[in-house]
């Protein structure tokens, strides 16, 4: 057969689209508009039955109440983080409180993603309905923001079962790594503005760096509050199995610097969550406390700093014997009382104190407080950690004599840390460790003297009580 000449495929291609506009024309001039509208129909249904592709399309807001949809947000979130890579003009977003750029696909650009070994279209687009298109989860509204999701059709069941599950649950799961979590404090009352969340509790960015790994305590115990905390961050079910409330009160007691507010972060860093500062004495009463918590998010820790404080004032006020009706509302005393009703609304809360003797039994009885953590003066193990975090070390001649030295001394892990610390550039270990062997042994003669002038003044008084009596 001889080969037809690119001439000629031009040629008769030319003739073609010259008799396709002829008719075209012809059907646009003399037909009727129900003919019109009828042949339209049919070359749609003509078009769509040689093309093999399938979209879904995904708006941004929906029907309702111009929410922002779940879906959309997971899909952006998945699609950010995949089109980073594989888009080609992108745009960047502050996100809120964050310094890092967010990158997302520009609107109108298109990526293609290989799932499962079949390849599918996500495409950016704004409002316009196309044909052939699925309208999921909102309404055909203009101006409306959308993600197109383009497939062969013959994949269809895989998309509409597995592949849009995948998304979904990968969208959520990098949002929640993602999230820049918060540390919110409680604003004074009169700086509210109706029901306004946003006016009850001011927050910053939460970046504490502390983490378990870093906080210096037995070991043991540290193994098992964090096996605590997994349990019940994991726990809805499993408290539910067992009979419990899905809920947990922490009491972290300790003298000052000895890492209870670090803890406070780490659990935050573990879990994940906001960390909502609750300042007691800018509550006027439980009403207002109620308020506060109406809107916290159920991944949030409750820490209420200090508790000791609090109670101080409840007893001064009983035993003021001119406490009025309005003191009886102060809410340091209903929290004292109504600490149940507290742990009713909140899910897991923190409680701080430097002298937990100084507390009211009836606050810290267990049940109401589910576990009782002490945080005490630095051991050896805890000097490890520290070692490990300041001097990147495990080991080293001079541990021994620290070894012996905290079997003899009380120093807090605040104080062996600031001890630790390089103070001058270039540092060495060897210096750095010797600086808190001298700390250690100044401590130790202190409390010494300490114990000796304290016997003397004793022998005085006793002395003294001996001369009365002669
Ligand atoms: N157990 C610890 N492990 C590691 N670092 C610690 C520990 N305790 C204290 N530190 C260091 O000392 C600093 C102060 O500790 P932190 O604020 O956690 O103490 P605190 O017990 O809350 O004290 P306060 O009772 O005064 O509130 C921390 O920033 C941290 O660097
Ligand atoms: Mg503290």
């Known amino acids: 057969m001889m080969m037809m000449g690119a001439g000629e495929i031009w040629a008769g291609m030319g003739s073609t689209i010259a008799t396709v506009m002829f008719l075209y024309a012809m059907v646009q001039q003399y037909c009727p508009s129900v003919l019109r509208y009828q042949f339209q129909n049919y070359s749609r249904w003509f078009v769509n039955l040689f093309n093999p592709y399938i979209s879904i399309s995904f708006y941004e807001y929906t029907g309702e109440r111009y929410q922002r949809s779940s879906v959309y947000e997971e899909i952006e979130t998945y699609l950010t983080g995949n089109s980073s890579q594989l888009a080609r003009r992108l745009k960047a977003d502050v996100v809120e409180d964050g310094k890092d750029l967010v990158l997302s696909m ?29 309208s999921f989860y909102g309404t055909d509204a203009d101006d409306r923001r959308y ?8 994949h269809r069941k895989l998309v509409t079962e597995k592949y849009l599950k995948h998304v979904r649950e990968q969208g959520k799961k990098m949002k929640v790594e993602s999230r820049q979590r918060k540390l919110y404090t409680n604003n004074k009352n009169e700086t509210w503005s ?9 927050h910053v960015a939460f970046e504490h760096p502390s983490r378990f790994q870093t906080l210096a305590m037995n070991p043991v115990k540290k193994k098992e509050i964090v096996d605590d905390l997994i349990t019940f961050s994991k726990g809805k079910d499993y408290y539910a199995k067992v009979g419990k409330a899905w809920k947990r009160g922490y009491l972290l007691h300790g003298p000052p610097g000895t890492g209870k507010s670090s803890m406070v972060a780490a659990m935050a860093n573990l879990l994940e969550y906001d960390v909502y500062d609750l300042e007691l004495t800018s509550v006027r009463n439980n009403n207002e406390l109620k308020k506060l918590f109406i809107d916290i998010s159920s991944k949030s820790i409750i820490v209420i700093e200090d508790i000791d404080c609090s ?28 600490q149940r009703n507290l742990r009713r609304i909140v899910r897991l809360i923190v409680f701080t104190t430097n002298h937990v003797e100084k507390l009211d039994p009836a606050l810290i009885r267990r049940g109401r407080m589910d576990k009782h953590i002490g945080l ?4 050896f193990e805890g000097f490890k ?10 080991s080293h001649p001079l541990f021994e004599t620290i070894q012996s030295l905290f079997q003899e001394t009380q120093m807090t892990p605040a104080d062996v840390a600031e001890n630790l610390m390089p103070k001058i550039v270039p540092w060495d270990v060897e210096t750095c460790l010797n600086n808190l062997i001298e700390a250690l042994m100044k401590v130790k003669e202190e409390a010494k003297s300490k114990a000796e002038e304290e016997s003397k003044s004793v022998n005085k008084e006793e002395a003294k009580v001996a001369e009365s009596i002669q």
């Open 311 to 338: 109670i101080d004032l409840t007893r001064q006020r009983k035993e003021d014997k001119k406490e009025n009706a309005d003191e009886e509302k102060n809410p340091i005393v209903q929290m004292a009382k109504k």
């Open 147 to 154: 993600y197109l999701l383009t497939f062969h059709r013959r």
């Open 376 to 379: 005490s003066f630095c051991c």
């Open 194 to 202: 109706g029901y306004r969340k946003r006016s009850m509790w001011s």
């Open 106 to 134: 520009e609107d109108y650009e298109e990526i293609t993603e290989s799932y499962q070994g079949v390849n599918l279209w996500w495409a950016s687009r704004q409002s316009v309905t196309t044909n052939q298109t699925i």
């Open 385 to 394: 950690v520290l070692a490990n975090n300041y001097l990147d070390i495990d």
